[in-house]
């Protein structure tokens, strides 16, 4: 699949200089979505789990809340998990029903839960507070959503600890290790008959296949313990959450949603008696290598024996390698000034944008050939979190986004899924 996906890129690349769309506006960079590639990794994960499993597959749409790439993604069978009312908006535009949706959160508001369990749409409960407010709304009526708890199975961090959502003291859902906490979340279900689903999510980028596996195990042991103390199955189904990590130092997809399903067939098998419906919230490792920045370089110089190239790709468009480069660091390609690969002998050099701080680097010491001014580096494998949700530092614009297809005769077919924001697009959201 790698390699397949990185001859599309250097066709768009190509096609995309050769028509001008770096340049429009006066830009100096756009984004792309690999659209043949999105197909791919959406039919990688529907294989990965075996047909006897009744599972649905929701988008996590803060990894790329784009309307049109949220559209594709339910023609290609997805469901779409959202944290906030802006996604829940998105996805609604998107064309997903309130079935095949789930609302998680840990902030939601009163008039937020009330909307999503009138709509149906299903409900992950963070906390007994919000319990208590899913209670008053269910006295009053009832809805048909299906709604969970969200519990911190408690197992550890990964190597990104931001991004770490089974830690001891994680900010998402009720702990299950913590004094008297097992007991009280057992009390919690046997009191409400409809508490028919249970939630976890043990973290993404930089989680082991085994840690997170480890928890997901935890999470099914309670369901069961639920079910036992009920005398019947109560709980129906658990949603498994997302966190398969991407691969960002090279072009495979390893580790593999097969590999991921492997590990939670040794560690939780229960999950696949057919017994319980699944659902799984995957979003980076859905669309992370099927998008990349491509950007101009304006400038080139050298400070310290360091050569450095100034692009019109930073951290507004690249905030986690800017600020946290060790643990987001991308891999770059450069291309010539005609959007050919770029041949030379490799040199060691820092890319740069536009941001006014001296950390805006989305490269340090990357061994390229020797950029010049007017060349073109890409940003791979950034389709989940960077463009889709730009960093409006220094007022930066948010550039194009282009859907791209190759056509039997190697035609590059390039849509429009967002257009650039103008200067007057950001004068206009600056206030009166």
Same mark, same amino acid.
């Given at each position: 699949?790698?390699?397949?996906?990185?001859?599309?890129?250097?066709?768009?690349?190509?096609?995309? #200089?050769?028509?001008?769309?770096?340049?429009?506006?006066?830009?100096?960079?756009?984004?792309?979505?690999?659209?043949?590639?999105?197909?791919?990794?959406?039919?990688?994960?529907?294989?990965?789990?075996?047909?006897?499993?009744?599972?649905?597959?929701? /988008?996590?749409?803060?990894? !790329?809340?784009?309307?049109?790439?949220?559209?594709?993604?339910?023609?290609?069978?997805?469901?779409?998990?959202?944290?906030?009312?802006?996604?829940?908006?998105?996805? #609604?535009?998107?064309?997903?029903?309130?079935?095949?949706?789930?609302?998680?959160?840990?902030?939601?508001?009163?008039?937020?839960?009330?909307?999503?369990?009138?709509?149906?749409?299903?409900? !992950? +409960?963070? !906390?007994?507070?919000?319990?208590?407010?899913?209670?008053?709304?269910?006295?009053?009526?009832?809805?048909?959503?299906?709604?969970?708890? @969200?519990?911190?199975?408690?197992?550890?961090?990964?190597?990104?600890?931001?991004?770490?959502?089974?830690?001891?003291?994680?900010?998402?859902?009720?702990?299950?290790?913590?004094?008297?906490?097992?007991?009280?979340?057992?009390?919690?279900?046997?009191?409400?008959?409809?508490?028919?689903?249970?939630?976890?999510?043990?973290?993404?980028?930089?989680?082991?296949?085994?840690?997170?596996?480890?928890?997901?195990?935890? +999470?099914? @042991?309670?369901?069961?313990?639920? !079910?036992?103390?009920?005398?019947?199955?109560?709980?129906?189904?658990?949603?498994?959450?997302?966190?398969?990590?991407?691969?960002?130092?090279?072009?495979?997809?390893?580790?593999?949603?097969?590999?991921?399903?492997?590990?939670?067939?040794?560690?939780?098998?229960?999950?696949?008696?057919?017994?319980?419906?699944?659902?799984?919230? /995957?979003?980076?490792?859905?669309?992370?290598?099927? &998008? /990349?920045?491509?950007?101009?370089?304006?400038?080139?110089?050298?400070? &310290?024996?360091?050569?450095?190239?100034?692009?019109?790709?930073?951290?507004?468009?690249?905030?986690?390698?800017?600020?946290?480069?060790?643990?987001?660091?991308?891999?770059?390609?450069?291309?010539?000034?005609?959007?050919?690969?770029?041949?030379?002998?490799?040199?060691?050099?820092?890319?740069?944008?536009?941001?006014?701080?001296?950390?805006?680097?989305?490269?340090?010491?990357?061994?390229?050939?020797?950029?010049?001014?007017?060349?073109?580096?890409?940003?791979?494998?950034?389709?989940?979190?960077?463009?889709?949700?730009?960093?409006?530092?220094?007022?930066?614009?948010?550039?194009?986004?282009?859907?791209?297809?190759?056509?039997?005769?190697?035609?590059?077919?390039?849509?429009?899924?967002?257009?650039?924001?103008?200067?007057?697009?950001?004068?206009?959201?600056?206030?009166?």
């Amino acid at each position: 699949m790698g390699e397949h996906r990185s001859y599309r890129r250097n066709l768009a690349v190509h096609a995309a #200089v050769s028509q001008g769309l770096l340049d429009r506006d006066d830009a100096g960079l756009a984004a792309f979505v690999d659209l043949t590639g999105v197909g791919e990794s959406v039919a990688s994960l529907h294989r990965a789990w075996p047909s006897a499993v009744p599972v649905r597959h929701a /988008f996590a749409a803060k990894a !790329n809340c784009l309307v049109p790439v949220l559209r594709l993604l339910r023609d290609h069978g997805m469901g779409c998990e959202v944290a906030s009312a802006g996604e829940l908006a998105q996805a #609604v535009a998107a064309g997903f029903r309130p079935d095949e949706m789930i609302f998680d959160s840990p902030a939601k508001t009163r008039q937020e839960l009330a909307h999503a369990l009138s709509l149906g749409i299903a409900v !992950n +409960i963070d !906390n007994f507070q919000e319990l208590a407010r899913v209670d008053e709304f269910m006295e009053r009526g009832g809805s048909r959503s299906n709604i969970g708890i @969200r519990i911190n199975p408690q197992n550890g961090s990964g190597a990104i600890e931001a991004v770490s959502t089974a830690s001891l003291s994680s900010k998402f859902g009720i702990p299950l290790e913590d004094e008297g906490s097992r007991e009280r979340l057992l009390d919690a279900y046997r009191r409400r008959p409809w508490l028919r689903w249970v939630h976890v999510h043990v973290g993404s980028q930089g989680c082991a296949l085994e840690l997170t596996a480890q928890g997901i195990a935890r +999470i099914v @042991r309670f369901a069961e313990a639920v !079910n036992a103390a009920a005398g019947r199955q109560q709980i129906v189904g658990i949603d498994v959450g997302g966190g398969l990590s991407v691969n960002f130092a090279g072009e495979d997809d390893t580790p593999s949603f097969h590999d991921h399903v492997s590990h939670l067939r040794a560690a939780a098998p229960a999950l696949f008696s057919g017994e319980y419906q699944v659902v799984t919230e /995957f979003g980076r490792s859905v669309m992370a290598k099927n &998008g /990349f920045i491509a950007a101009r370089v304006e400038y080139t110089k050298t400070a &310290g024996g360091t050569p450095i190239a100034i692009t019109h790709a930073g951290a507004h468009v690249a905030a986690r390698t800017a600020l946290a480069p060790e643990a987001w660091k991308l891999r770059l390609a450069a291309y010539g000034e005609d959007g050919l690969p770029k041949d030379g002998v490799l040199t060691k050099q820092d890319v740069a944008g536009p941001c006014c701080f001296a950390g805006d680097l989305v490269g340090r010491s990357q061994a390229l050939p020797l950029l010049e001014p007017g060349d073109v580096v890409a940003l791979l494998d950034t389709g989940a979190y960077y463009f889709s949700t730009p960093y409006q530092y220094n007022s930066l614009p948010a550039p194009a986004v282009y859907g791209f297809d190759i056509a039997e005769d190697g035609t590059v077919r390039f849509t429009l899924l967002r257009r650039a924001q103008t200067t007057g697009d950001v004068l206009a959201a600056s206030g009166p």
